[in-house]
């Protein structure tokens, strides 16, 4: 079992749709909670971390961390074309080492 | 402030013959990390340093694989020889706080 599950899709939504990326995760350890994404042939870009659990909010982007169901989520909302791109879940149990995601690949349709 | 510099952006080798890259951090980031992807993968961590020291490579297969990060700065990662298995992306990454990563555009590698 790996220790961090994400879903590759791909996932095909309309444009202004809700979406929802989602990982779990095996090792209780892990404490901070990131979501990269990244544009075809680009690295991964940070968007958001969380630390434990709880919810964090940024412009149409919303974080999410379950710590008793070893779940995370991260909400975009009126999604647009710009946010076509794989979006990778990563973690940490404090160090510098992050444990990432396979990333799920999303689409957005005019 | 300037991201994170890697070149080449691409290569392609042969089997056997050797490559490297280099990567230039943000500046003041003290933690550099080389990360292998392969399609379809996430990344994964090959080399963390801190400094000019590692403080972890237990991923990196040490029999073809090496990199140095001289003077604290700039870093290297060799791959020599190369095998059909290497052909991936190698993301050059650097931290300030450890759970902030800024990542490169990375290196497309190709072994044929």
């Known amino acids: 079992q790996k220790e961090v599950e994400q879903d590759p899709g791909p996932l095909s939504v309309p444009e202004g749709a809700i979406v929802s990326l989602n990982c779990t995760y095996s090792?209780?350890?892990?404490?901070?909670f990131m979501w990269y994404r990244q544009y075809s042939r680009k690295g991964p870009e940070l968007l958001m971390y969380?630390?434990?659990?709880g919810n964090k909010e940024d412009g149409r982007f919303t974080a999410q961390v379950d710590k008793s169901s070893k779940y995370i989520s991260l909400f975009i909302r009126d999604s647009q074309p710009s946010d076509s791109a794989t979006y990778l879940c990563?973690?940490?149990?404090?160090?510098?080492?992050?444990?990432f995601g396979t990333g799920t690949q999303l689409k957005v349709e005019l | 402030e300037a991201g994170v510099a890697q070149s080449p952006r691409y290569k392609i080798i042969e089997k056997r013959q050797s490559v490297a890259f280099w990567c230039n951090p943000i500046?003041?980031?003290?933690?550099l990390y080389w990360y292998q992807q392969i399609l379809g993968q996430g990344p994964k961590l090959l080399i963390q340093?801190?400094?000019?020291?590692?403080?972890?490579d237990s991923q990196l297969p040490k029999d073809r694989f090496s990199a140095e990060r001289l003077k604290g700065v700039d870093s290297t990662l060799k791959i020599q020889p190369a095998k059909l298995e290497d052909s991936a992306v190698y993301l050059c990454?650097?931290?300030?706080?450890?759970?902030?990563?800024?990542f490169g555009p990375g290196t497309r590698l190709t072994v044929t």
């Open positions: 990563a973690m940490t149990g404090g160090g510098n080492k992050l444990t």
């Open positions: 340093f801190q400094n000019n020291g590692v403080v972890d």
């Open positions: 090792n209780s350890a892990f404490q901070y």
């Open positions: 990454a650097s931290s300030f706080r450890g759970y902030e990563q800024y």
């Open positions: 969380t630390y434990s659990s």
């Open positions: 500046s003041g980031h003290a933690t």
